[in-house]
């Protein structure tokens, strides 16, 4: 389990040891930084004893050699080196963009996030995960559903345009986050207002009008 905030990654571990069935043995290594996730992975391949369940936060401090620099980083090494090993994200972000993402890249067995958490809950999460993946939270699945029904279909990159202007990124700093010119970039955004029916074409209302949408 990995999760910089101890209090925290204690209360998961009393939750699981206290609702394990009685055939099940449990053995919890805690990291709480990238470093020490990588370490406690790296001994698990070496002594042939791979993880069965990955608990990771998205939101660590990044490893001293910086190549590491989120849970995210880490489920993706974890995905490589432990290929059986059953992954659990958790975080505080509900941005449609960022759920995406994970789904996307990792695909984990168990997505859940802390605002929607609860002991029952967690629990109900281990078990799933070990005996019919996935288990995702009441966040994740609303956000997956209405992602799924919509009938707006844009790319990677409208979504990641509309995700870096939302967090106040301006349209002329864009082209350093794409491989793309400024002008494909512009393009792209006239083409989502057209998409998105924004009529005055602003772009709060192209945001306020995707948001609703469930994109970011």
């Known amino acids: 389990m990995t999760d910089d905030h101890p209090m925290i990654i204690e209360g998961y571990q009393n939750t699981l040891l206290a609702t394990k069935k009685e055939n099940q043995e449990l053995q919890i290594d805690i990291a709480n930084n990238c470093d020490q996730s990588l370490n406690f992975m790296r001994k698990a391949i070496d002594i042939e004893k791979p993880y069965h369940i990955l608990f990771m936060d998205i939101s660590l401090p ?3 050699d910086g190549d590491f620099t989120s849970g995210e980083d880490l489920a993706k090494y974890a995905r490589r080196i432990m290929p059986k090993c059953k992954i659990i994200m958790l975080t505080m972000f509900n941005e449609p963009y960022r759920i995406h993402n994970i789904i996307k890249d990792i695909d984990p067995e168990g997505f859940l996030i802390k605002s929607d958490l609860t002991s029952r809950e967690l629990a109900s999460a281990f078990q799933a995960v070990l005996k019919k993946p996935p ?10 559903r209405k992602t799924i029904v919509n009938t707006i279909s844009i790319d990677e990159i409208d979504r990641k345009i509309l995700y870096l202007l939302s967090q106040g990124v301006r349209t002329k700093s864009l082209k350093d986050h794409f491989e793309i010119s400024l002008s494909a970039i512009e393009k792209r955004k006239k083409q989502l207002k057209l998409i998105f029916d924004v009529q005055d ?3 709060e209302n192209l945001l306020a009008v995707a948001k609703k949408e469930g994109f970011i």
């Open 135 to 144: 288990f995702y939270s009441a966040s994740v699945s609303n956000i997956i």
């Open 62 to 64: 990044p490893s001293s």
């Open 201 to 203: 074409g602003s772009d």
